[in-house]
């Protein structure tokens, strides 16, 4: 167990020398020139060449991934470009606002999509279970940014239930600006999570030791709540622990819509101005991210299910 | 070899039994048909043209009214079915050879190979795809073509993993061992013998992939990326957000519904032919 | 407006709640004026050297301030001294300037300084944020400002290793009040840069000090003094206590005295004891509240415009009643589509670029995207500066289809036959996206076939820079109130990678440039200006744009709330009447 621990985390490192690669390629190799970007209308030939060597574009391009690498592997990644404030303050700024939206729509949506799938599978195969199998999928095949549009005009323009954008920091001044976002958040994850986690339930109903159960003669109940929910709990934690750190990130659409100011309008901003230290801290930080979680799942796999033998 | 006739044969039986899986491959193919024809420029040619005064609602002469330039709604939702049903295929026809040929070399050889190719994808599985698609839509040059490769480059691990994980399982089985016995090379072992077997769950990620694809059209479109000089349901749903301010409501509903359709019809058939090929889950249900 | 009436009764809702409190913790203390303002997207920090946008050089001029600005009321706009005792004095025909610094002007309180007392503005000072506006380490991004105007700046830069204590012969402190500055060749637009947050006086000691965090620890001489930049969603702002005298100005243009803006006349600025600023990025948001009152000024949103003002009749009753004024900004600015003059299709082909301008429907843009308030532009000079001509009408910049069509089969393109399709580069948004499109449509009625690309400012940046595209769209605004700014545009010198990034190469119109540039202030300059600007409307090397109008509100109890091109400093003007501000407030 510990070993394999050890020699996963170990595995992080060529990913992450591959990540920073790829950031590398897209971003130093074949992506617009940032000095001519920042210098913007005033920019001449000689200032550029000028800027270029300041910020250490004029160098070899083995020594510009190193660079990458090595904030990698130091979370040093500088600072910003267009905004020269150090990176790390930039994001411990943006993470509030957005932990704010997408951890409540998380949890809610977790929640709901649990209870919902454990109330379709108690019944399933019959109307009800066809009718909300029918609603999720209708649900998933509308566009993202549909939902946004519409919950935005209707609910908080024309209705004025809600706040149409904006947002205030500190608990629990943001509550109002957050409440629609979390609200469209859920309803669009309602459907892919009660779809996930209802096969993840009819999987273990099918399985052997609750047809041993049912032949003891106990309720259905019984069998869904206590033994069916104990076991399909491991893959949908499993499910859970994967999409956290994609929360970090924030909801890129959500936040510029709503203008929350988080961390998935930084991202954006610094997408359209080319700010690139800040793009390779999102995109090394979401990586690490990524493959930590990925082991952790995997420690939790083997830890719950003792079926699963790890190598 | 009779037994994957046997199972395709059961599974279109199953299919037509289907009726509403049924309805939903008429209104593929339909859609496919008028993206054909629009690409032959038989159809909704001419929708740049204007047909009216701006921003009409639906009437008779205009049957979902006119944009803000007195351009024909209809023709425009028309002639995106052709940019969204591109952007399906071509996403599919570039992410599922990458992930099936990957996916079996992996699978197949095992060892380094596999060690390479697993690492390949794990790297590229822990970049954000958002930020993958922005990153290189930046590169190229705004289109339709980089649309279709920036969804095709970037959808294929999931694919990938699957088919790496299935034929790892049948490399071993008695007759790919049997084909080795026979003096059968590898492509012949991994092309002829072991694929037909997980062509199934090519199909049932096609359908899925081809919808995911339309649906990231339209956030390209809000992002700026997309399609640039025709019209496509992402852009009719961006200028939405203007329009409804002004209760217009035509652009979004029309090119909303188009989508929908498409979309809705694509995940039924996508469930159908799961429940219809997937042999796992194959007794479970009926 | 259903939608209008249902959000003012949720504010009228909110806002008696609101108001009650508000106006109590008013009272408490002590009928203390606080300004609420708003900026429009995040503030990047208060270094003066990076101040290159609006907002930053908004917020930079609250607490920094530099040797001349512009006077507040008057107009044309005219240069004042702010840090200078008085405008400098010229010699040398015109290459050097003498300047006098004010005495007993002190920086704000700071940890930088000893016992973390503020200490005196010298010349010394001046000179060290010149050079270090000229240091490469810095990249200053209001270097273009003086680079090659200055002797020796630019030979300090290449081989000074950003060594201050070096002289630099263009740079001379004359003795603790007096600096002169030497001009390598004349520039008769150098004053302006001293109005320019660029150029604001920093203290050595807190760059020192601070190091690269010298972005969040403005220390300054400003009216205003904020505590460590956080980089919240709020900047908030103190009077300084220590400020020195400055007054009000009693006089201003006409008409100004009817607007009450003379009232504050001799008065000791600044007038209100705190400011602050919200960073509001949607415009929904800053709408709702400034309907709340809790923002004293905005612009107004565009899908608005139709419920707060009336044609031709200004603000509608229901805003009249709630005391809000309207004013009206028109733009030192001008929008364009470029043509790539070094592409072979618009090098020396007037009459294609003629055709495709007079093809354009401009009044159709400004009814659609501007609300039909601003103005078409006849040539590149936007109003109210020297060298526009007023009532001037070119001859192919309004819609003419029969001529267009003329003019194309004449380039040797009957019907647009044997013209490849145009890439024309935009920056994206939906709005600009919807222009462009426009564009797209008229050109087809002559049979023009154009390909919008919609590219992010960064990529725009690259092909313009690297002359691969073939039209594309930006805009200009003035730097400083001279034409010269706008002309330079087209300069074959200021090619791309430079401010000419439609590579326009014209050797009449060059030698008319050379000759206005070294020109002062006059009306032979004035009239050299006016025949460029014929020149251009029938040159097209653009097909031009609008100058932008847009409307500003405010409520009644903002006073002196007069509308500048150049906002920088402003703010000490600024004033808040807080018993009016108690009654309006009800009437939300």
Redesign the interface.
Known sequence: MLQYSIRRLLYIIPVLLGVCFIVFFLFNVVATDPAAQQLGKHATASSIVELRKELGLDRSYFVQYLDIVKSAFTFDFGRSWSSHQKISDILMNKAGASLSLTIPAFIISMFLGISLSLFVAFYRGRLIDYATMLICIAMMSISYLVYIIVFQYVLAYEWGLFEVSGYESGFPAFIPYVALPILISVVTSLGPDIRFFRTIMLDEIYQDYVRTARAKGLSEKVILFKHVLRNALVPIITYIIIQLPFLILGALLLESFFDIPGLGGELLRALNSSDFPVIKAFTVLTAIAYMVFSLVTDIFYALADPRIKLQ | MEKEYSLWADAFRRLAKNKIALVSLVIVIVYAAIALLVTFGLLADDW?Q?VGP?NVAPAADYLLGTD??GRDVLKKVIYGTQVAMTVGFFSCAIAIPIGVTLGAIAGYFGGIVDDAIV??Y???????Y??MI???A??M???LKTMCIVLGVTSWVGLCRLVRGEVIKHRNRDYVQAVTALGGGHSKKIFTHILPNVFHLVIINASLRF?SAI?SE??LS???LGV??VPS???M??????D???DRWWQ?VGA?FA??LI??AL??LG?ALRDALDPKLKG??S | MKNLIFILVLSIFSCTKNSSTSSTAGAAAGGEKVLNLVVTADVKGFDPNQASDLYAGNEVARVYEGLLQFHYLKRPYQLEPNLADGMPTVGDGGLSYTFKLKKGVMFHDDACFPNGKGRELTAEDIAYSIKRMGDPKEQSKGWWLIEGKIAGLDDWRKNGNSDYTKEIAGIKVIDKHTIKFTLSRPFPQFLYAFAMPFTYAVAKEAVTKYGKEFVNHPVGTGPFITGKYNQGNQIVYTKNPNYRTVTYPSEGESGDSAKGFLKAAGQKLPLVDKIVVKIMKEEQTRWLNFLKGNLDAMGIPTEQFTNVMVPGKGLSDKFKKMGVMERKSVGLDVTYTAFNHEHELFKNNVKLRQAMSLAQDRDMVNKKFYQGISIPAQSITPPNIAGHIDGFVGQYQNLNIVKAKELLSEAGFPEGKGLPEITLHYTYNTKSRQIAEVFQQNMSKIGVKIKPVGVTWPELMKVVNTKQSMMFSMAWGADYPDAENFLQLLYSKNSAPGANGSNYSDPEYDAMFVKASMMEDSPERTALYEKMYKYVSEKVPWILGFHRVGYGLSHGWFKNYKFTEFNHGVAKYYDIDNAAKGELKTKL
């Open positions: 740049a204007e701006a803000f330039l690492w390949f794990t790297t590229f599985a822990s970049i954000p958002l930020m922005i990153a290189i930046y590169v040059e705004r289109g919808q649906k339209v956030i809000y992002l700026g640039q000089n349901w992402g852009k749903i961006d200028d939405a957000k203007q409804l301010m002004q979004l909303s989508m929908f979309v809705l995940n039924i469930d479970q249900e």
